[in-house]
């Protein structure tokens, strides 16, 4: 079993530049996150998802956008990088409101360096 | 803007005595809390959860829950290296979670 997959590991992109974080779990799961982590600190919340067809703004969603055609796929899209978006980027899921269980399933993460 | 506020550390204890972590969370309205344990180069992983006031155990984690005082803490008993790591709070907020910066605990020898 899977579980949440994210694709790629890591990634230089250059200012200006765009790119897409591919996140995929194979546990049908409604509920998909996008969380980033800066050095040291904690995980920020971008957007997210309760099902497909429907999506969220969290905390710190400017430079971002999504998009959850299926229940599998969740991918984060960057626009026009900018060395501010330097993290490391975390895919979660949760069969259903996390405020139950409070169980979120993570991805390895997907580190990201704009020069 | 919903808050959750931890202490970055590092706290750094003897091996065998009890590690203390202490999250502070800004809505009223939260009624789920959780403690995640993150290792370096990791993803995080869900280690406590709590609902109601007071305490909850298992194994050598404590969680307590202040609902009036807006405060959540851990404690870790008999601390070994192993668990040294970052601890993350979380605390639930409409279909989602918001974390607090985290605590580096370093236990040593």
């Known amino acids: 079993n899977a579980g949440v997959t994210q694709t790629p590991k890591f990634r230089i992109l250059k200012i200006g530049q765009s790119m897409t974080l591919q996140c995929a779990q194979d546990?049908?799961?409604?509920?998909m996150y996008w969380y980033r982590q800066d050095p040291g600190m904690g995980l920020k919340l971008i957007y997210y998802s309760v099902g497909a067809g429907i999506t969220d703004k969290g905390e710190v969603p400017n430079g971002y956008n999504v998009s959850r055609s299926t229940t599998e796929d969740f991918p984060l899209r960057l626009e026009l990088a900018a060395p501010s978006q330097t993290s490391v980027y975390f895919c979660a899921s949760s069969y259903s409101n996390p405020g139950g269980t409070g169980e979120l399933f993570f991805g390895e993460g997907s580190r990201l360096t704009v020069l | 803007q919903k808050e959750v506020e931890q202490n970055s550390g590092p706290l750094s204890v003897p091996e065998g005595a009890i590690a203390s972590l202490n999250c502070t969370y800004s809505d009223r309205g939260s009624q789920s809390f959780f403690w995640y344990r993150q290792y370096s180069g990791k993803s995080p992983e869900l280690i406590m959860s709590i609902y109601s006031n007071g305490d909850k155990e298992d194994g050598r984690f404590t969680a307590q829950l202040n609902k009036a005082s807006q405060y959540v803490s851990l404690l870790i008993r008999d601390s070994q290296p192993s668990d040294s790591a970052t601890y993350l709070c979380?605390?639930?907020?409409?279909?989602?979670?918001?974390f607090g910066t985290g605590t580096r605990l370093q236990v040593f020898p």
């Open positions: 979380a605390v639930d907020n409409t279909d989602k979670l918001i």
């Open positions: 546990m049908n799961h409604n509920y």
